[in-house]
């Protein structure tokens, strides 16, 4: 199971449709129901088709699965930010803070946060240490 579960992760990953890594996230996640990275990677796949209600209840799946799971917090932000729920984009922004400095560098530049680029909460983030 592991070597098919790495190859519908190499899948994904060359798979330029979001589409076609829907279903290869679907598949990794019926191989392993408590795969938080699928769960969040098909997020961001459903993001990029426009469904950020789909990506909001995947993240809330994977929460429940790791409560501190930096990413699955990351994508809420994106998908409240396209859902132009501005306040709370930022409170999961925070949160995957929280659990990852290393998100602190995609703020700026990644496309899905764009709206908030002026927004004075988001703006203070970089002002102030989360």
Known sequence: MTQEVHSLWLRAGQDANP???IIIYD????LLPEDTEAMTYKADAVLEINEPQWAVNLCNQALLV?????HAFYQLACAYTVMNQFDEAV???KD??????SYKEELATD???APLKDYPPFVQMFDKPT
């Open 66 to 70: 790791d409560p501190d799971n930096a």
């Open 19 to 21: 589409h076609n890594k």
């Open 91 to 93: 409170a999961y922004l």
């Open 96 to 101: 995957a803070l929280k659990y990852s400095e």
């Open 111 to 113: 496309p899905a946060l």
């Open 27 to 30: 598949q990794i996640i019926k």
